[in-house]
């Protein structure tokens, strides 16, 4: 059984950094996207970032685009989501994610994390 758990969510003032991690359990992951999306109140989940396991290409959503970096750590079974120049409108919960190769949408994605809230004061 496939398990994600996240960390790292918090209170940061605008402008502040955060970094997320969602550390992964249950099988051995070689072939597989692992993405982070987020849902604010009242709003559906929204894609944030994607990483390929085993080559490490990334995609981002254009709104975190220069300001978010996803990573991967292979031997800690961890991926990571860092959070720089963070804005009120990035307040919401995040959750990570992992499916088959080329996930996107988050229908496509097999297995979630519990989510973590990031808030963002301005």
């Known amino acids: 059984q496939v398990q994600l758990v996240e960390s790292g969510g918090g209170l940061v003032q605008a402008g502040g950094s955060l970094r997320l991690s969602c550390r992964a359990s249950?099988?051995?992951?070689?072939?597989?996207?692992m993405g982070w999306f987020r849902q604010a109140p009242g709003k559906e989940r929204d894609f944030v970032a994607a990483i390929l396991w085993s080559e490490g290409y990334t995609s981002y959503a254009e709104s975190v685009k220069g300001r978010f970096t996803i990573s991967r750590d292979n031997a800690k079974n961890t991926f990571y989501l860092q959070m720089n120049s963070l804005k009120a409108e990035d307040t919401a919960v995040y959750y990570c994610?992992?499916?088959?190769?080329?996930?996107?949408?988050?229908?496509?994605?097999?297995?979630w994390g519990q989510g973590t809230q990031v808030t963002v004061s301005s």
């Open positions: 249950g099988r051995t992951f070689s072939d597989v996207t």
């Open positions: 994610a992992t499916g088959p190769s080329g996930s996107y949408y988050h229908h496509q994605f097999d297995y």
